[in-house]
């Protein structure tokens, strides 16, 4: 059974930092591409970054410079460092899986706000 599990989630102030973690199980991790994702209310699911099975990164413009996606495939884990959060990064983050097939996480909440 095929299991994401994101944590790091909570609450923060205009400015501050948070790393969420999303570890995997029932997959072989280090073949897979890595995503995570946003959803704020109202608004549709965005790709913020992602990681190939290579190492390769790609982030949203909106997250540039200020958020960084890792891999550690000896833990089965992708982590989301998050810096200068803004109100506006505030939402549901999901990590996925993703290779032939597409697993989701069940999602963490991040709140940005003073």
Known sequence: QVQLVESG?????????LRLSC???GIIFRIYNMRWHRQAPGEQREL???????????????????????????????????????????AVYYCSAFRVDLYWGQGTQVTVSS
């Open 23 to 25: 570890a995997a199980s």
């Open 48 to 90: 913020v970054a992602s990681v190939t099975s290579a190492g390769t990164t790609n982030y949203a413009d909106s997250v540039k410079g200020r958020f960084t996606i890792s891999r550690d495939n000896a833990k089965n884990t992708v982590y989301l460092q998050m810096n200068t959060l803004k109100p506006e990064d505030t």
């Open 9 to 17: 989630g909570g609450l923060v102030q205009p400015g501050g930092s």
